[in-house]
């Protein structure tokens, strides 16, 4: 990942961390936002990335999220 990316992926953590939510938690809730998307398969080398996975089940994406998110990845 080039320098550009690894800026992008901080800008999305700061939008996860106003709500409290991990990026891997509230990149499982991005998948899961969609309607015609039922489940997703997400990896995990170690317990708390599935945990991550897990709680991002349950994550609400809200409308102000994708906004910002998409401004950001452009």
């Known amino acids: 990942m080039n320098g550009d990316g690894i800026g992008k992926v901080g800008e999305?953590?700061?939008v996860g961390e106003k709500?409290?939510?991990?990026?891997?938690e509230?990149?499982?809730?991005?998948?899961l936002r969609?309607?015609?998307v039922c489940s997703g398969v997400a990896g995990g080398s170690g317990g708390e990335?599935?945990?991550?996975?897990?709680?991002?089940?349950g994550v609400?994406?809200?409308v102000w999220m994708v906004e910002e998110i998409e401004e950001i990845l452009g």
């Open 12 to 14: 999305v953590m700061e």
């Open 19 to 24: 709500v409290d939510v991990q990026v891997g």
């Open 26 to 31: 509230l990149g499982v809730g991005w998948i």
């Open 34 to 36: 969609e309607k015609n």
């Open 49 to 57: 990335e599935v945990k991550e996975n897990v709680i991002g089940c």
């Open 60 to 62: 609400k994406v809200d």
